[in-house]
């Protein structure tokens, strides 16, 4: 059964960090391309980063230059490193495959605000 745990969201102030993880199980986790979403109550689910399998990135524009996305495939772990941040950052974050989604897990939220 395939286990996707997002972890690390919080509330911030505006220009702080955080450091997202989410945590695979029940896949060849190394085989597959992956990404971190991002959803706003009432909006749909936005693609922010993705990792391929030979470590490429690509990131949606309001995040480059602030977000880096990261995948440890011994640990089965990936990460998204979130600097600067900004209110309009403000949403439930979400780890998947980009090659077809599994089970969505819960999310971590990730709060900005002042």
């Known amino acids: 059964q395939v286990q996707l745990v997002e972890s690390g969201g919080g509330l911030v102030q505006p220009g702080e960090s955080l450091r997202l993880s989410c945590a695979a199980s029940g896949i060849l986790f190394s085989f597959y391309p992956m990404g971190w979403y991002r959803q706003i109550p009432g909006e749909q689910r936005e693609l922010v980063a993705g990792i391929n399998r030979s470590g490429s990135t690509t990131y949606v524009d309001s995040v480059k230059g602030r977000f880096t996305i990261s995948r440890d495939n011994a640990k089965k772990t990936l990460y998204l490193q979130m600097n600067n941040l900004k209110p309009e950052d403000t949403a439930v974050y979400y780890c998947?495959?980009?090659?077809?989604?599994?089970?969505w897990g819960q999310g971590t939220q990730v709060t900005v605000s002042s």
């Open positions: 998947n495959s980009l090659a077809g989604p599994f089970a």
